[in-house]
């Protein structure tokens, strides 16, 4: 019933920026966590940002400083706003979103970064 649409991604330079977008329709849930994925070809999915219902947040150290993860809980709505993007940033983002019955995963977005 829960449909995730994501957005943002793309094509960047290196040291460019990027802005996220995963929103939820048909929801008739609380969503508690939100978090964001990352997968490169050839390795597993890597939990980047979570921020729980509360607005507190924790980052893979390979992206702290430099990511920020929001969320609107209003428009059931997370962000991840990428700054200083390098070339290892590039794969594919994916949203999570947790609720009493479990989470329900975004389709994923394409990120590239050249050098």
């Known amino acids: 019933q829960v449909q995730l649409a994501e957005s943002g991604g793309g094509l960047v330079q290196a040291g460019g920026s990027l802005r996220l977008s995963c929103a939820a329709s048909?929801?008739?849930?609380?969503?508690?966590?939100m978090a964001w994925y990352r997968q490169a070809p050839g390795k597993q999915r890597e939990l980047l940002a979570n921020?729980?219902?509360?607005?507190?947040?924790d980052y893979a150290d390979s992206v702290k400083g430099r990511f920020t993860i929001s969320r609107d809980n209003a428009k059931n709505t997370v962000y991840l706003q990428m700054n200083s993007l390098k070339p290892e940033d590039t794969g594919v983002y994916y949203c999570?979103?947790?609720?009493?019955?479990?989470?329900?995963w975004g389709q994923g977005t394409q990120v590239t970064v050249s050098s």
């Open positions: 048909g929801n008739i849930f609380r969503f508690n966590d």
């Open positions: 921020i729980t219902r509360g607005g507190n947040s």
């Open positions: 999570n979103l947790r609720t009493i019955i479990g989470g329900f």
